[in-house]
């Protein structure tokens, strides 16, 4: 078994694009769900129009890529009030299955063949990130980052260590305003509507404002994902923004732990580290006969089986996460 292989890939994985638009993903749902209680089933949809307006901005209406950045935080605020207007005065399940239904509507109608002509139906998107490559400080190649003392590392083109900067980058700012907003009167009202909604409408406070506003934030902070995501794979597709997107960084944030500020990064890089560790290590021991229960196309599932035992075990004897605190999770849950 090479284990520094396996190592190296696992930790390329943990600190490479998938895990910033799944920490950006869950920041935004640590804002909803950790911060406020809302229980939003349907992040991917923030992460979808975020995307698609980055490449049908581009490429189907010849817009300015900068332009467009802009305009991703307009439509996820669109979004958010369109999703929340009818639901946040409601029970807090109705804004759930609003949610994961909005997430699967935009998909099917991105991917429907009536509107192939600008969102490039179920084949996506491609050839939208120039302007933003062309700003690439680095020199081509790849570069090597190695841990002290070992040959084990990580190793990025030229391209992806741009895109890394950029992301980490968001990833830290994002983490910063929700730092500060958490820490002011209004994040102080937000954690008090999680915590009795009742109590805190009986005090005058418009509790249906400030619910809307942190689904806008969180929102727009789940569009901005979205960008990157389709910046990491210069090409967006219908059917790889699916559901299980927004499961994944619920793995994230509890993972991590809720209602912390740095919660959803450590889920996201634990949760990616863990997942490329497996599979890795199940494929190189498939191929070299160590497990004969198994073929190569099915160490995919297995993964998926260990990662939903692994959660489960998680929510059983520490559902507080990495760095929760578990009073924080037994009143985020508590209706």
């Known amino acids: 078994m090479d284990w520094q292989g396996i190592l190296t890939v696992a930790l390329t994985t943990a600190f490479g694009p998938t895990a910033i638009v799944f920490a950006l993903a869950a920041i935004g749902l640590n804002v909803h769900f950790g911060y406020t209680g809302l229980v939003n089933f349907g992040q991917v949809a923030f992460l979808a129009v975020g995307a698609y307006t980055i490449a049908m901005g581009v490429v189907t209406y010849g817009l ?52 192939r002509e600008s969102t490039g139906g179920a084949a996506g998107i491609q050839n ?141 890089i634990v949760f990616f580290f863990l997942q490329q560790f497996l599979s890795s290590t199940l494929r190189q021991a498939v191929a070299n006969d160590h497990i004969d229960f198994l073929v190569a196309n099915e160490v995919g599932i297995v993964v998926q089986i260990l990662v939903g035992v692994g959660l489960m075990a998680l929510m059983i004897f520490r559902p507080q996460g990495i760095i929760g605190d578990k009073s924080e999770v037994a009143v985020s849950v508590r209706r």
């Open 128 to 268: 939208f990130a120039g302007d933003f490559y062309d700003l690439n400080p680095y020199s081509a190649g790849r570069r090597s980052f190695d841990i002290p003392g070992t040959d084990v590392g990580v190793t990025y083109s030229a391209n992806d260590l741009w895109l890394l900067t950029v992301g980490w980058g968001t990833v830290a700012l994002a983490c910063l305003v929700v730092y500060l907003l958490m820490r002011s009167p209004w994040g102080r009202v937000l954690k008090a509507i999680r915590e009795d909604e009742q109590a805190v409408r009986s005090l005058g406070k418009n509790v249906y404002v400030y619910k809307m506003q942190s689904l806008i934030i969180g929102g727009i902070i789940g569009a901005i994902g979205g960008v990157l995501f389709a910046l990491a794979r210069q090409s967006v597709v219908p059917d790889s923004l699916g559901t299980l997107l927004t499961f994944f960084a619920y793995v994230a944030l509890v993972l991590g732990g809720a209602a912390r500020v740095l919660g959803p990064v450590l889920g996201a």
């Open 64 to 115: 300015s890529f900068w332009l467009c950045v802009f305009l991703s935080l307009v439509t996820a605020t669109v979004l958010a009030l369109l999703l929340g207007a009818p639901t946040l005065r409601l029970r807090e399940d109705y804004l759930a299955i609003v949610t994961i239904a909005a997430g699967e509507i935009i998909r099917l109608v991105l991917r429907a063949a009536e509107f």
